[in-house]
C-alpha cells in the first residue's frame, strides 16, 4: 500500500535482487522500475548497492552502475574481495548490508516509507528500527522461485511484501544472451 503523498526512499541489494530476478526468468529494467515507484509516491532517493571487482580489465557490471548513475539513482560501491576456498574454486565476496543499514537509519528521519529489494534475512533488524521511527517499510523479493529468495522472518516483519514476480510486466524485460550483472555470494538470509 502506497499513498501518494509520502516521501518514499529505494534501497536496492543489487547483487540479490539481481539474483532474483534470474531465478524467475527475467531482467530488470531500472528505468522502469524507478518510473514504477515515483508513480507511487514522493522519490526522495533511490539508492543502489554493489560490489565492484577492482582488479579486472573490465567488470559485466560497470555499464549497469554507469547507466545508474547518470539516470538519478544514487550509487554505494566498494571492491569485492577475492579469494580462493578449500576447493580451489575462485570466489567473490562483496556484502552491502552495512552500508545499506547505515544509509537508512540516517534517512530515515526524512522518509515515510522505505521500499528494500532485498530477501536477505539479516535486514530484519533494520526493517524493526526503521518501524520504531514511524517508516513504514515495503520489502520485495519472491517466494516464487525454488529456494525462496526471501527470508521467513523479513516478510513476516515488513509492513508489505511485494511479490516481485507481480511486478514482472511492470518492471522487467527479458533475459539478455549475456548476463549484465554477476552476482556475488548472496546469502538467503534464512
Given at each position: 500500500m502506497?499513498y ?33 515507484f ?9 539508492f ?20 545508474l ?17 578449500s576447493?580451489?574454486r575462485r ?8 552500508e545499506l543499514?547505515?544509509?537508512?537509519m ?7 516509507h ?13 526493517v524493526e ?21 526471501i527470508?521467513?522472518e ?7 511484501f ?24 548472496v546469502a538467503?538470509?534464512?
Amino acid at each position: 500500500m502506497f499513498y501518494k503523498d509520502e516521501r518514499l526512499a529505494l534501497f536496492i541489494d543489487g547483487s540479490n535482487l539481481y539474483a532474483a530476478a534470474k531465478a524467475l526468468g527475467f531482467d530488470i529494467d531500472y528505468k522502469l522500475l524507478r518510473q514504477e515507484f515515483a508513480r507511487r509516491g514522493k522519490m526522495v532517493r533511490a539508492f543502489y548497492y554493489t560490489a565492484l571487482l577492482e582488479n579486472d580489465e573490465y567488470s559485466p557490471i560497470r555499464p549497469l552502475v554507469d547507466w545508474l548513475h547518470y539516470n538519478g539513482f544514487t550509487m554505494v560501491t566498494k571492491p569485492a574481495k577475492e579469494y580462493t576456498d578449500s576447493q580451489g574454486r575462485r570466489k567473490v565476496k562483496g556484502n552491502m548490508d552495512i552500508e545499506l543499514t547505515v544509509d537508512a537509519m540516517e534517512l530515515a528521519p526524512r522518509v515515510d516509507h522505505i521500499v528494500l529489494f532485498s530477501g536477505d534475512g539479516d535486514f530484519r533488524p533494520l526493517v524493526e528500527s526503521l518501524q520504531r521511527q514511524g517508516v513504514r517499510v515495503s520489502v520485495v523479493s519472491t517466494i516464487r522461485s525454488q529456494p525462496p529468495m526471501i527470508a521467513d522472518e523479513l516478510r513476516r516483519q515488513a509492513d508489505n511484501f511485494i511479490e516481485l514476480d507481480e511486478l514482472r510486466d511492470v518492471i522487467g524485460r527479458p533475459p539478455r544472451e549475456t548476463p549484465v550483472e554477476r552476482p556475488f555470494e548472496v546469502a538467503s538470509g534464512k
